[in-house]
Nanobody, 123 residues
């Protein structure tokens, strides 16, 4: 089993920044990728960004390209999501997930999920 704990959410004004963290524990050696997804009220959960380290690759949703950056600290088993130039439409619960699959964009590729952290962007 892998446990994931997100942190770093909060309330920020439009144009501001937040950095989300996702700390993994447990059988982390079985993972090869981690991703961030989000779910706004009344909407389906959607892909935001993901990072794979075996082999290396990074993916972003078109809606966040150029504004969000995903990174990983392997020594700490932690993945980060730096969110800049935030918009009200970025408001959602952000979830971290982990997988050992090579294909790592789709939600159904992920085996483990965190509880989520709320991000609210005011206009």
């Amino acid at each position: 089993q892998v446990q994931l704990v997100e942190s770093g959410g909060g309330l920020v004004q439009a144009g501001g920044s937040l950095r989300l963290s996702c700390a993994a524990s447990g059988r982390t050696f079985s993972n090869r990728a981690m991703g961030w997804f989000r779910q706004a009220p009344g909407k389906e959960r959607e892909f935001v960004a993901a990072i794979r380290w075996s082999p290396d690759n990074i993916l972003y949703a078109d809606s966040v390209k150029g504004r969000f950056t995903i990174s990983r600290d392997g020594a700490k088993n932690t993945v980060y999501l730096q969110m800049n130039s935030l918009k009200p439409e970025d408001t959602a619960v952000y979830y971290c997930a982990a997988t050992n699959a090579l294909a790592f964009r789709a939600m159904n590729a992920y085996d483990y999920w965190g509880q989520g952290t709320q991000v609210t962007v005011s206009s």
